[in-house]
């Protein structure tokens, strides 16, 4: 019998949920502000701070101590795209935050078939691996003009873009769903301090029918996990202000 899961333990400088002025304000929050919020309650980039701010105090020059500092920096990097990380207990109105985090613009993820390989075993060709509706995977042929596709692909995109504006999934705005996201972060922290997903759906997100109170809340998870785990770097490259 597997040992059981213990839930993700809550951080001390978290919120009160129940109170909203403890949270950034939709109409005058940016980006980087909603970024910085999310990024900071995902679990894995707290776990990898505890271990920066385990490292000797003071400069560190070489031998294993710099090492693993080089290799934490580079995990802040690749896998939450920043640099100069903060510590997650820090809030947007520090005067710290005027400089960290810093984050990375995020280039378009991309992969090419290798030749000449000795092993076929050393490629895994990538599965498609949509997250969001607003993701999308083009295949391109190096065989063909370069300029012609390239075209017809800017088309494509601007036809989707149009299509999922119509849906709701896009907005001409920077982003269509900035005013829930301070329900959002309430919720996660809600869920963090073992209350339901029915009060979430009443208490939060404002759902006065009880059939829906937790079928909202499931869903507002959802989009807040999403934006947890990696959906940030989107906020904070737009302005949203």
């Known amino acids: 019998m597997s040992p ?44 990898l701070w505890e271990e920066y701010a385990a490292l000797p105090p003071g400069p560190i020059y070489h031998g294993h101590s710099a ?26 109105t520090g005067s710290d935050f005027k400089w960290r985090p810093k984050f ?11 030749v000449n390989i000795s ?17 999308v995977v083009v295949k391109f042929d190096l065989r063909s003009q370069i300029k012609p596709q390239l075209d017809y692909v800017a088309k494509l995109l601007k036809k989707e873009v149009k299509r999922l504006t119509k849906t709701g999934a896009l907005s001409g705005e920077p982003h269509a769903l900035v005013h829930r996201y301070q329900g ?21 997100l404002g759902m006065k029918d009880p059939e829906y109170q937790k079928s909202s809340a499931i ?20 302005g949203l202000k």
């Open 184 to 204: 959002y972060l309430r919720a996660l922290d809600a869920k963090l301090n073992g209350i339901s997903n029915k009060t979430i759906g009443k208490e939060i």
């Open 104 to 114: 990375i613009s995020q280039n378009p993820r991309h992969w090419v078939l290798p």
């Open 67 to 92: 090492n693993l500092l080089m290799d934490i920096e580079k995990r802040f990097e690749q896998d939450f795209g920043v640099r100069n990380p903060a510590p997650p207990a820090m809030t947007t």
């Open 4 to 47: 059981k899961k213990e839930p993700p333990k809550k951080p001390e400088w978290l919120p009160d949920w129940k109170d909203k002025s403890q949270y950034p304000d939709p109409k005058e929050a940016t980006g980087r502000v909603w970024a910085w919020e999310f990024l900071r309650r995902n679990l894995q980039y707290q776990q």
């Open 119 to 135: 092993n076929e075993d050393e490629f895994e060709k990538p599965g498609i691996d949509l997250e969001d509706p607003a993701e």
């Open 219 to 238: 869903y507002a998870l959802k989009s807040a996990k999403r934006l947890r785990e990696g959906g940030y770097r989107f906020l904070a490259a737009v």
